[in-house]
């Protein structure tokens, strides 16, 4: 766009940015208002190592270029870099170490990425603790180099403080890398909060359609973007341009999305607040979340991520709630347009070992639900009757 290296001139709000940000018509020749799809895996170079701007698809590819580009905008970020998934964005980040450093995890994070700290990492030497989020800095030895942290935990929707985690990172000389896919970044930029390092599981909110699988990160750390682009391109863990185009595509309406994502759920939550079957809901937007105060101070507002118990109920008695619901799906995911509801305990966080989900009370009772763009009327009227077959 017009602008240095592409960026809006000022002020820029987020919808515009999203919509123009790396995408000015004149860059292309056919002058598309729509950026055009790159599918070629090489590109023609004027003479041995001489090439215009691309010369592989591993390397570099139009699509993902516009794409990273625009992403690192709408984060505040200098430099954006996607993955092939979420978890190979993490992957990425955890291969900037070697063997014998330590890494300090939140306790309560997706269970993927648990199962990927706990299983892989330290196959490769990596030494992982996971640790409640009051006690990071305590943990903090010789050989750690990273805190890894989600902005709003998954799945008991925890309020990290995203300035104190920094402040401690700061002081012991430490990286600190913040998931915020529940949050995004219309939400929240953990970067303006000292975040080195932002992850997004693009699959999620990010591109919101349920269609592609990719993961990005973030940062204004020069070294550390020519770290991660150097494994992105050796480890090969890049998403096609298709799916880039696709997410460039989503991204536009991510604004628009992230208002009715957080509408409906209030509404939602607020309904289970009040049914007798719901022993506790946990929504940061509501009064009732025990860090609502926090929530507000470090965010401009809400996804559609919420989880409820429900009452003196067993395995059955869930799996029973869940396979009553006609609008929710019951399926893993979060993020898209449709509602999404599961139980973390046998599905998204089965990976994770019993005795922590125990400690996380991460229960057979314990329903996460994805709040998405239907009319809430409708949803509500959908856990009401499945709540009364309960």
């Not at 820029?12 to 799809?37: C, L, N, R, Y």
């Amino acid at each position: 766009m017009s602008g240095e290296n592409g960026y809006l001139p000022e002020p820029k709000g987020f919808a515009t940015a999203a919509i123009h940000a790396f995408q000015d018509p004149e860059q292309w020749s056919s002058m598309a208002v729509v950026t055009p799809m790159v599918a070629s895996t090489t590109f023609k170079q004027y003479g041995p190592a001489h090439y215009k701007q691309f010369e592989y698809g591993r390397s570099g590819n139009p699509n993902r270029n516009v794409l990273e580009n625009c992403l690192a905008t709408l984060d505040n970020a200098k430099y954006g870099l996607c993955w092939a998934s979420g978890l190979g964005a993490t992957m990425g980040i955890a291969s900037l170490f070697k063997a014998g450093d330590h890494i300090i995890c939140g306790d309560d994070v997706y269970g993927g990425t648990n199962r990927l700290f706990n299983k892989v990492c330290t196959k490769l030497g990596l030494e992982i603790s996971f640790v409640h989020e009051t006690k990071i800095e305590s943990a903090i030895k010789e050989n750690t180099k990273l805190i890894w942290i989600e902005s709003l935990t998954n799945p008991t929707l925890k309020v990290i403080d995203i300035p104190a985690i920094a402040a401690i990172a700061r002081k012991h000389k430490v990286l600190l890398a913040v998931d915020s896919t529940f949050v995004t970044p219309y939400f929240q930029r953990p970067i303006d909060f000292g975040a080195d390092l932002v992850v997004h599981s693009i699959t999620k909110y990010i591109n919101g359609h349920s269609d592609v699988i990719m993961g990005v990160v973030l940062t204004n750390n020069k070294d550390l973007y020519d770290q991660l682009k150097f494994l992105q391109n050796s480890m090969g863990i890049v998403p096609a341009p298709f799916d880039c185009y696709q997410v460039t595509r989503s991204i536009k309406t991510l604004a628009l999305r992230m208002k009715q994502h957080m509408k409906n759920s209030l509404e939602v939550a607020k309904f289970l607040e009040t049914h007798p079957k719901v022993e506790k809901v946990l929504h940061p937007g509501r009064p009732s979340h025990p860090q609502h105060e926090l929530y507000k101070k470090l965010t401009s507002g809400c996804s559609g991520m919420l989880t409820f118990y429900l009452k003196n109920a067993s395995l059955e008695h869930s799996q029973r709630f869940l396979s009553s619901l006609k609008v929710f799906t019951l399926a893993e995911s979060l993020g898209g347009y449709e509602s999404l509801a599961e139980l973390p305990s046998v599905m998204t966080h089965a990976s994770v070992p019993e005795d922590q989900r125990k400690v996380l009370n991460i229960t057979d009772n314990m329903i996460r639900l994805s709040v998405g763009l239907e009319d809430a009327e409708d949803l509500i009227s959908d856990l009401q009757q499945a709540l009364e077959k309960v």
